[in-house]
């Protein structure tokens, strides 16, 4: 068996709200959108540049999160700090700021309106595995 694709499906409160916030946030567009009988989202595919998720309404089955889970969703943008723009303009809040890190990307965390967390980061140097390991374990010992 292969597996064909993988995406995350994000639990929200209000999808149609969370369709807003990405595509303004993030340029997404939406691919498909399913509801149910009472008119909740059950299915809604977005897409922005290679990067897919679904967001959902939450319901008895899917709960939306109470607070941050687990998962930190990784987003490389052409400008992370426009986008950390966009998403605080949208209602984020920031977890810590877009700048530079010794690792070689220009990074920022946000927790968006819904529960869920984000960074958006700009690689801004190419650099070797081991580079990273070593710079990382210098500038957080």
Do not use: N
């Amino acid at each position: 068996m292969a597996v064909q694709q993988m995406y995350p499906r994000l639990v929200v409160p209000d999808a149609d709200t969370a369709i807003a916030f990405y595509t303004a946030a993030f340029g997404a567009e939406l691919v498909e959108r399913f509801t149910d009988g009472s008119g909740a989202v059950v299915h809604a595919l977005l897409r922005a540049g290679p990067a897919v998720w679904a967001v959902k309404d939450g319901d008895a089955a899917d709960p939306p999160p109470s607070g941050a889970g687990g998962v930190v969703l990784a987003l490389y943008v052409d400008d992370p700090d426009a986008v950390a723009a966009a998403m605080v303009d949208g209602g984020a809040t920031v977890v810590f700021p877009v700048s530079d890190h010794a690792y070689g990307d220009r990074a920022g965390r946000l927790a968006d309106p819904f529960g869920h967390r984000w960074t958006v980061a700009a690689r801004t140097e190419d650099l070797s595995p081991e580079q990273v390991q070593d710079r990382t374990e210098r500038a957080y010992p």
